[in-house]
DNA sequence: ACTAATTTGTTCGTATGTATG
DNA sequence: ACATACATACGAACAAATTAG
């Protein structure tokens, strides 16, 4: 494991060297537990520092800080002291385009979402998915919803800046995406695609979710649309173990035949 | 933006140097240009290979890569060439009444099963779901089913044996369980009530379906109907990385592209 | 079955640019 | 102006896994 060692007055922190496994994912990984157990409430320490503190390269360091960045439990800005995330526990209503969430909203739990992430930003990946252009600016909000007072959601949403850098100043802590959205931009969805598919979370979104290793989780990409352009694309990761879809479907003549009678 | 330039017999790509955007950003975006026009389908290029083609270093490369591989588009291996992802073999949408025969077929996948189980039995907690008494003998069918040859869902079938009788001496390894229930006893579904959540499977289960820890399943439970009344109770695991459920608001027939996994 | 070549994964070092305090 | 800290980019080396012969 990752042990602790003090010499001449400096703490420095061993790592596995043996191979098993990476540096920087032992890196990362104990991080993670630091950070949860609140030592870096004060502040993050910079890359420099943790060269010094682990003995790895800088290039590991970075390896490791880009999967926490990435995954929003930290926030780094250049010249900046790097900071955790404030985890503001605030009240969120359920966005009702979102069918997904139809039995959450059923069975009468508490709705919560901690905004983890809410700036302009360029992502080509998802660029591609809204057909804008790889550099188009993009607002990006994250969220990590609670149900009855425990997580249960990742939520990750990217809308055109050009259209939607009005929200940006909002307080999402009481206001839903969609009420805000059509409220300062007069843009409502009308329309949504939505692909449902299961994974295996990754370590970093198991301990967001605060879930273990025999849970699975459904991710959901979702691209809503208004007047038939894309202004929305959803990523939401959500725990399979406390969530489910479900559907139903009344008489259909046409289609059972279709289905029932292939070849 | 980005250009081609053929010298001495070799195309190499141009990017632009001069640090408005940067090196990895624009290799990106123009490897996910030339991902969708399909050029890599017959393999995808090596690091080496796109060192040289874009005359970059390595870790430019490695740096563009990993975020494609992050968004799922590619996935990469040690020693092996890296690959262009299929999203998922199958898409189901799930406003229709469907069967997994009729998708895995409409991807355009060679269907095959194996049979494991065909038989009258009682289950008391299956009659509970089919509205029957928990004596009532049911058929039960136990398929490992499989697309373009290799193990995709493993599905479990109870039908009410005062209908279903006729079906047990079909030979299932090709034909659909719908088709072969209308063929034999006349009763075609026209409604069904299911339920989806995502799951860890069991080493046994993970063993059928020759899938690694990090594939998570669908598991699917549905209650079909006849003319109002149960006739079937079914539930399938399915592995995660080959399908995927899409839900479309309001309903149409149209697919959502590509569900990328995030990582 | 074994070896060698290939390819990705990891890790180090170094340098420059840029934004913040 | 200066130190700090992140972003980008180059080069080099070895480990680990696969593939080709």
Redesign the pocket.
């Known amino acids: 494991m990752i042990g602790e060692c003090e010499t001449a007055g400096v703490t420095s922190r061993a790592?596995d060297?043996?191979?098993?496994?990476?540096?920087?994912?032992?890196?990362q990984d104990d991080l993670i537990h630091r950070l949860r157990a609140g030592e870096f409430d004060a502040g993050?320490?910079?890359?420099?520092?943790?060269?010094e503190d682990y003995?790895?390269?800088?290039?590991?360091?970075?390896?490791?800080?880009?999967r926490l960045?990435a995954d929003g439990l930290?926030v780094?800005?250049?010249?900046?002291?790097?900071r955790v995330s404030p985890a503001a526990d605030v009240e969120q209503p359920l966005d009702t385009l979102y069918s997904l969430f139809a039995s959450v909203e059923a069975a009468g739990l508490a709705q919560r979402s901690v905004v983890r992430v809410l700036d302009v930003r360029a992502d080509g990946v998802v660029a591609d998915r809204l057909d804008l252009e790889g550099s188009t600016p993009l607002v990006h909000l994250e969220r990590l919803r609670l149900a009855a007072g425990r997580p249960f959601a990742i939520d990750r949403v990217w809308l055109p800046a050009e259209l939607a850098t009005p929200i940006v100043t909002a307080d999402f802590t009481r206001t839903s995406l969609y009420a805000v959205l059509a409220e300062r931009t007069g843009v409502r969805l009308d329309a949504s695609r939505e692909s449902i598919r299961a994974v295996v979370p990754t370590p970093a979104e198991r301990a967001l979710l605060e879930c273990g290793p025999d849970v699975a989780c459904l991710s959901v990409h979702r691209q809503g649309r208004a007047g038939g352009r894309p202004v929305e694309w959803r990523h939401t990761m959500v725990r399979g173990d406390r969530f489910a879809v479900t559907a139903e479907f009344p008489a259909d003549t046409r289609r059972l035949r279709r289905g029932a009678t292939t070849r």
């Open positions: 790592l060297r043996s191979g098993a496994r990476p540096l920087w994912r032992q890196l993050f320490p910079g890359e420099l520092t943790l060269v003995r790895v390269s800088r290039h590991t360091v970075r390896q490791a800080l880009q960045r930290v780094a800005e250049r010249g900046r002291q790097p």
